[in-house]
């Protein structure tokens, strides 16, 4: 009989430079099409990378419900600001996983702030996706760049209450 999957742990010491501590993988990501279709092919990449950091099915049903409000959002704001070629990946998520925590950042060409945000109904047709990633998240935060913005959330795992120091490790703002 098969042994249970081992999760993997991130209570070592960190070598990685910011924003991620150490574990047992080196952080991931993927350059993403500014197309609908990415952002399935983005839920699955964050799927494959967690996989091996939860056994719990709704955990990692939230990060990839997560994964597709940031990864539309990035799709809706790249699109606005012009059509990008076939052979443009101005996209990128970046996915990293242990038994703690999982940290997701979307980053996206459009360096305009993020409008206010405002109460919507359950029936509105936008506003939603980020009321839904602070209620799973502990933390979201937004780093802005000469050409681009980056959305970055840390999700824990269940049952983990994360640190202050954990947080400051993974680069969240104080």
């Not at 702030?113 to 047709?125: H, I, K, R, T």
């Not at 760049?145 to 120091?165: E, F, L, Q, R, Y």
Request: charged share 20%.
């Amino acid at each position: 009989m098969p042994s249970d999957p081992e999760v993997a742990d991130c209570t070592a010491s960190p070598t990685v430079v910011w924003p991620l501590p150490a574990t047992d993988r080196r952080p991931s990501f993927i350059a993403l099409r500014a197309i609908p279709e990415s952002v399935v092919r983005g839920r699955r990449f964050a799927s494959d990378v967690v996989s091996g950091h939860t056994l719990d099915d709704d955990h990692a049903y939230m990060i990839r419900l997560l994964v597709s409000e940031l990864l539309t959002n990035a799709l809706n704001a790249a699109s606005a600001l012009r059509k990008w070629p076939y052979d443009a990946w101005p996209l990128r998520l970046d996915v990293a996983a242990c038994n703690r925590w999982t940290y997701l950042a979307v980053t996206d060409p459009d360096h305009r702030p993020l409008p206010a945000s405002f109460v919507s109904g359950l029936e509105a047709e936008h506003g939603r996706g980020l009321a839904i990633v602070d209620q799973v998240a502990v933390v979201r935060w937004i780093t802005y760049a000469g050409h681009s913005k980056t959305v970055h959330v840390v999700i824990a795992a269940p049952g983990v209450t994360m640190t202050a120091a954990e947080l400051k490790q993974i680069g969240a703002p104080a």
